[in-house]
């Protein structure tokens, strides 16, 4: 009986080890694994792709931040970049309404590995 | 024991899996049904509009529980839940409920609307342009309209901003050569009113005309009331569905003579130069009614 209930504590420590063990690793990975998603979904289309028939071809985004500047001229910074998904630019579309903020923040958690 | 560390073990990865599974979305969607389809699993629901997900407008919906297809009835009004999976790659109604049935057998079904046939008048339709002024579908007499519809938000390279893209190019090209110029008019439609405003109209118009304002005189980029809105899907004989999260519509160009009516539609495959050709051709072609006259008189 006793030997029983020890087991069972040592699974509930087994447990809680397990999950504060994984947990920051776990998180961290979904934030840029759900960039990536996010990426793929909703800019991939465009900015992975060439020849399309559009006015402006939309630029390359890999090392997006190590540049001086964004393509268009703007400061590149995380803050922009939001700015860029919210708003759009030039011929590119607003996202306002369908990513949330939490998404807005991995895609450019994402961007930054994008290189 | 042994069932104890099975069930730890599945405790562990059931917070794992909870940890790392990003949550599904879902939106409060309240309409009627309109029509149901129980091979499909679907109900077409004419909807108001679903804040941050789309406009009113009435499509069909895949439902999770084939026992609520059975149970409404159209002409109910419903009120439930658009959950669109993770990733936004698909989407279902969820949680329905049916507000009032008193639409059953009372309500007029409407039937899904019959495009205007080539050769028809176009109706009076009020819209709205980028410098917030009232305009007319019907007034544009005496130039060859070119008509799309699109809304700023649409994210496929393939749909809207394609479209956009190819109206800029015929626009630059109609541009040197000034006597047709003149006797054409561009018309891009938004069908998402609430968020292309004036200002977001005037700014996306912008970015295709080189940032040159004097366009706007020849390409007019506008949207309109819901209620006129629907009066243009129906006249043209728009489906709108929708697709990956998105607002998804049947792509449609119309080409309006300088009588008014309807020369021709695209639905699915044109070019660039095939649009402007046959603009120019209409633009400058004699009325039928001129050639008449001028028969006439010989």
């Not at chain 2, 499909?40 to 941050?52: A, F, Q, R």
């Not at chain 2, 049916?98 to 059953?104: P, V």
């Not at chain 2, 008509?147 to 749909?159: A, E, S, V």
């Not at chain 2, 626009?171 to 609430?194: I, Q």
Request: glycine share 6%; net charge positive; proline share 6%.
């Amino acid at each position: 009986m006793r030997r029983v209930h020890l087991c069972f504590l040592w699974w509930w420590l087994a447990l809680i080890a397990a999950l504060l063990d994984i947990w920051p690793a776990c998180s961290d990975q979904h934030a840029s694994q759900r960039g990536h998603e996010l990426f793929q979904q909703n800019c991939a289309m465009c900015h992975e792709a060439s020849n399309l028939d559009l006015k402006k071809q939309p630029p390359k985004l890999e090392g997006l931040f190590q540049r001086k500047a964004l393509p268009s001229g703007a400061p590149a910074t995380d803050a922009q970049v939001r700015k860029t998904i919210i708003n759009g630019i030039g011929t590119m579309p607003s996202f306002q309404g369908r990513l949330s903020d939490e998404d807005v923040n991995n895609l450019v958690e994402y961007l930054h590995q994008l290189n | 024991m042994g069932s104890r560390k099975i069930f730890g073990v599945c405790l562990v990865f059931a917070c794992i899996i909870a940890a790392c599974k990003h949550g599904s979305r879902r939106y409060q969607l309240r309409g009627q049904v309109l029509d149901k389809n129980l091979a499909k699993n679907e109900i077409t629901v004419d909807h108001e509009s679903i804040p941050g997900f789309m406009p009113a407008m009435t499509m069909p919906y895949k439902v999770k529980d084939p026992a609520v297809v059975q149970e409404v009835e159209p002409g109910d009004k419903i009120a439930a839940e658009v959950v669109v999976a993770e990733g936004g790659n698909d989407n279902w109604l969820e949680n329905i409920r049916i507000t009032a049935k008193s639409g059953r057998n009372t309500t007029k079904v409407p039937a899904p609307p019959k495009a205007l046939a080539v050769g028809e008048r176009v109706p009076n339709i009020s819209l709205i342009n980028q410098d917030g002024k009232t305009i007319h579908l019907d007034g544009f007499k005496g130039k060859a309209l070119l008509l799309t519809f699109i809304y700023t938000r649409c994210p496929m390279p393939n749909f809207c901003p394609r479209l956009s893209s190819q109206f800029a190019k015929i626009h630059e090209d109609l541009a040197k050569t000034p006597g047709t110029y003149a006797k054409t008019h561009l018309l891009t439609v938004s069908f998402d009113p609430k968020y292309d405003t004036a200002p977001v109209l005037r700014r996306y118009g912008l970015a295709y005309l080189n940032n040159d304002a004097s366009g706007f005189a020849q390409w007019d980029f506008a949207s309109a009331a819901p209620a006129d809105l629907r009066k243009l899907a129906d006249a043209f004989g728009l489906v709108y569905f929708e697709q990956d999260n998105q607002i998804a519509h049947s792509m449609d160009i119309v080409l309006i003579s300088p009588q008014e009516k309807i020369v021709k539609y695209w639905a699915t495959e044109w070019t660039t130069a095939e649009l402007e050709d046959a603009l120019r051709t209409e633009a400058t072609a004699k009325s039928t009614r001129q050639m008449a006259r001028a028969g006439g008189m010989k």
